[in-house]
């Protein structure tokens, strides 16, 4: 049979209630303790944010520090039949080339039929290599496959052709001379209804020193250093290749590199904050935090110093009275256009720098940003201890609590029936009256 508890029956007093009052108060430090620990994961989770944050911008520099980071070009055609791409590598300049050929791939047709006349037969390509195709089956369906699935690279297609027939469609798989190819071992006729050809431009046509470039494919790979062009069409006329600096594209490079740069030490300074509202002073995770502050000093200070005794100001890299980089990408895209070697020397020693400095705050061994998260770790494993620990003391106490107040009830009510016997015994006594 289950027992009820009901505190207080002998006192008439809520002992639960008293009990779970002083247990609030032998609570507060516990209670301290989580709200240090909650302090100390918002700190940390700021923490971390910060450091992915300038390991990001530690990346972004490094790439941009490369000595091509800001070789961009831009390359374009006099023709809309023509498309050129320019990379890192490539240099202003122009060329002018005529389109003689585009690249076609070799494809032929078989004569109509409803099935084939044998299981195996030979595709010979243009370098005399033969390949035995070895069918299933004569059903046009198992020859398609087994061509499919050969190493001849041909691909075949079953086109419909009526009454039940259909004609086998052959076409190699990439395009050019050196993709044609034969078909023998079967008695079934075929017709070649393109023959695989390379592409092809001239140079300097009608000189001493025209020359013919041909390409399996449409693009030429490197006509010019780094330039790729792309043909769609023959062109008697000459088509010209220009090849310009991308002075938009370079301003972009530095561009993400500052916007970078401007978040980190924003998010710091956001996150120093201190914010007051009537009498009520609020302060942000970062604030008074030194790790912090060093580093975005770390930061700017690489970000302002000259470079060779020359100021970053001459490229658009400035420092405003609050503390902010600012960067003036019409100053910098004339630094290109005036010195672009020196230019691109300065911004490259800039990023260096700024990613020297973002990698030993964020570098994950010994990064002076990840040695404070592993202290702050370190410190909120101690609180959860401590938290921990605290559980089993207010357990205990809880336990202690109550069996006093449980030895009370007991007692009083012992002293409660005494008095109760007591008072029986001496009722029963005769009165003085009564005995005369």
Do not use: C
Not at 411 to 419: D, K
């Amino acid at each position: 049979m289950t027992s009820m508890a009901m505190p207080g029956i002998a006192t008439g007093m809520d002992t639960s209630a008293i009990v779970d009052q002083l247990m609030a108060v032998e609570a507060i430090p516990q209670q301290q303790l989580q709200q240090r620990a909650a302090g100390q994961n918002e700190f940390l989770d700021v923490l971390r944010s910060l450091n992915s944050q300038v390991a990001d911008l530690g990346s972004t520099a490094r790439d941009a520090s490369r000595s091509d980071a800001l070789q961009h070009f831009t390359a374009s055609t006099s023709t809309d039949s023509v498309v050129a791409t320019a990379s890192s590598d490539a240099a202003p300049g122009s060329l002018d080339f005529t389109v003689d050929d585009v690249a076609a791939r070799h494809t032929m047709v078989t004569d109509a039929v409803a099935e084939w006349d044998t299981t195996s037969f030979t595709i010979t390509g243009a370098d005399g290599e033969a390949h035995t195709i070895e069918a299933a089956s004569a059903s046009l369906n198992d020859i398609v496959q087994a061509i499919n699935r050969s190493d001849a690279g041909i691909n075949a297609t079953r086109v419909a052709a009526g009454d039940g027939t259909h004609r086998l469609q052959l076409a190699a798989a990439e395009t050019g001379a050196d993709g044609a190819f034969t078909l023998t071992g079967t008695s079934i006729g075929s017709t070649v209804t393109a023959e695989g050809a390379d592409a092809a431009v001239t140079l300097w046509a009608g000189t001493a020193a025209e020359q013919r470039i041909t390409s399996p494919t449409n693009t030429f790979s490197d006509l010019l250093p780094g330039v790729d062009v792309t043909v769609s069409q023959p062109s008697a006329a000459p088509v010209t290749l220009s090849v310009e600096q991308d002075a938009e594209a370079s301003a972009s490079t530095a561009q993400e590199l500052m916007d970078g740069l401007s978040s980190v030490l924003g998010f710091i300074s956001g996150q120093s904050d201190v914010s007051t509202e009537g009498d009520e002073v609020t302060a942000s995770p970062l604030t008074g935090d030194s790790t912090s502050r060093a580093a975005r000093q770390r930061l700017v200070d690489a970000a302002i110093q000259p470079i060779n005794g020359q100021s970053l100001s001459t490229i658009g890299i400035e420092i405003t009275r609050n503390g902010d980089i600012t960067f003036d990408e019409a100053r910098f895209t004339q630094a290109l256009a005036n010195d672009r070697e020196g230019t691109e020397e300065m911004f490259a020693a800039f990023a260096g720098r700024i990613a020297d400095t973002a990698v030993s705050l964020s570098d994950r061994y010994d990064g002076q940003i990840t040695s404070r998260i592993t202290g702050q770790e370190a410190s909120i494993r101690r609180t959860e201890d401590q938290i921990a620990t605290w559980d089993t003391r207010l357990a205990n106490r809880r336990a202690a609590l109550d069996r006093t107040y449980a030895s009370l009830e007991v007692a009083i009510q012992q002293m409660n029936s005494q008095m109760e016997y007591m008072q029986s015994q001496l009722a029963g006594l005769p009165q003085a009256n009564q005995a005369r």
